[in-house]
């Protein structure tokens, strides 16, 4: 299956869900008051956030003015577009050190995909010949390292653990020297799964990325926050808090390859600014994409780009 397929697929129980309640209300011609302010409803039931789901709107309103919508899929392609502009003006490569070592930290509440998508990472680079070392500054949970330990020995990339329960910010640190006398070309940071309504636990992320920062210049070049892509209204909340903490540079969507709600990703592009990066579509090694904005806005309204 393509990627774009399994984007669709991942995409459908929202995109049906939206085409659905559409399809009942639409009516050929100019679009009403009426079913705009209904559009407005199924947009805000889909997660794509109020903020975003305004300008939409608007946007629509204001092109309904000059023209009328004789389908139902020139609709879709209007709004897909539109939100494909949301992503557009925020979009942003995956950030590379001019020299020495590129690192990425991966942060996000608990269960979200982070230490999987680190591992995806490594696969990625260490099959360009990358040479790659993991950080597990997870000393939380219980046996996060050794999760890690088995993607290092899978992909060849080094590891860098202390013992259950030390300090995140030493292994950090350890991380950060061995990246530089190692000439790493990528330091991938794993961080504990963290409630973003925990303040130390939050101290404790920041103290993890200032480690970085101090160690290797322009560090982390990344702070990734990782979203399960089925979480809903929630990701903003977390997006809002995280950003708050830390400097998040990008989002890693996950499982979509699931049954997840991407309106989420509009919501955080529109109202946080941050951009999507990456997209997790399944469990293994491979299942890691660059984002591509037109895919995903064209599979949340179930449809393909021209
Ligand atoms: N289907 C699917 N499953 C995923 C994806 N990414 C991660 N998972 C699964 O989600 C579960 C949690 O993934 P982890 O990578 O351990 O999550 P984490 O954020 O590191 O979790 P904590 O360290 O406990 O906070 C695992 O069962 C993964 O296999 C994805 O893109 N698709
Ligand atoms: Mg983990």
Redesign the pocket.
Known sequence: MSVFQKLKQGLSKTSSNIRNKIQDIFRPGVLSDEFLDELEAVLIQADVGVGATTDLIDSLREESRSRSFETVEDLYRTMAEKVADIFASVDAPLQVAGGGPTVYAMV??????????IAKLAHRYTRQTKKVILAAA?TF?AA?DD?LAVWAKRTGADLIRHSHGSDPGAVAFDAAKAAIARKADLLLV?T??RLHTKKNLMEELKKIIRVLSREIPGAPHEIIL?IDGTTGQNGLVQAREFAQAVDITGLCI?????SSKGGIAVAIASELGIPVKLV????QAE?LRDFDSRSFAYSLFGIDPA
């Open positions: 996000g509440v608990n269960g979200s995909g982070k230490t999987t998508t997870d949970r996060a999760q794993d504990a799964g990782v996950t499982k979509l390859d699931g997790g579509v399944g469990e299942d």
